[in-house]
Nanobody
Framework: QVQLVESGGGLVQAGGSLTLSCAAP??????MAWFRQAPGQEREFVGG????????DYADSVKGRFTISRDNAKNTAYLQMNSLEPEDTAAYYC?????????????????WGQGTQVTVSS
């Protein structure tokens, strides 16, 4: 069973920045994405990136503040989060798919990380 390994969460003040990493040891996925889930809410799509890095997709709530990138030599994806807001507080999950266009639905991603907490204080 492939397990994605996340790191980089933590506590930050509003307006600050954090970078999350997601490693896929020994495996390569065509599409990698980030989701988040706040207490009592459904898991929501944050953004995704295709193999070549040229195709990205972002939720409207993070567009212009978050950037996804990947280093295929390291089998790692990154989520750079700038101008963080208290509303960004959630557990962030990395997800991966071998499909070309898995879209924004969690059910289309068979592989998941354990989650990392991001807390933004006001």
């Amino acid at each position: 069973q492939v397990q994605l390994v996340e790191s980089g969460g933590g506590l930050v003040q509003a307006g600050g920045s954090l970078t999350l990493s997601c490693a896929a040891p020994g495996d390569i996925f065509y599409y990698m994405a980030w989701f988040r889930q706040a207490p009592g809410q459904e898991r929501e799509f944050v953004g995704g990136i295709a193999w070549n890095g040229d195709s990205t997709d972002y939720a409207d709530s993070v567009k212009g503040r978050f950037t996804i990138s990947r280093d295929n030599a390291k089998n790692t994806a990154y989520l750079q989060m700038n101008s963080l807001e208290p509303e960004d507080t959630a557990a962030y999950y990395c997800a991966a798919s071998r499909r070309y266009t898995p879209g924004r639905f969690p059910r289309n991603y068979p592989y998941w990380g354990q989650g990392t907490q991001v807390t933004v204080s006001s």
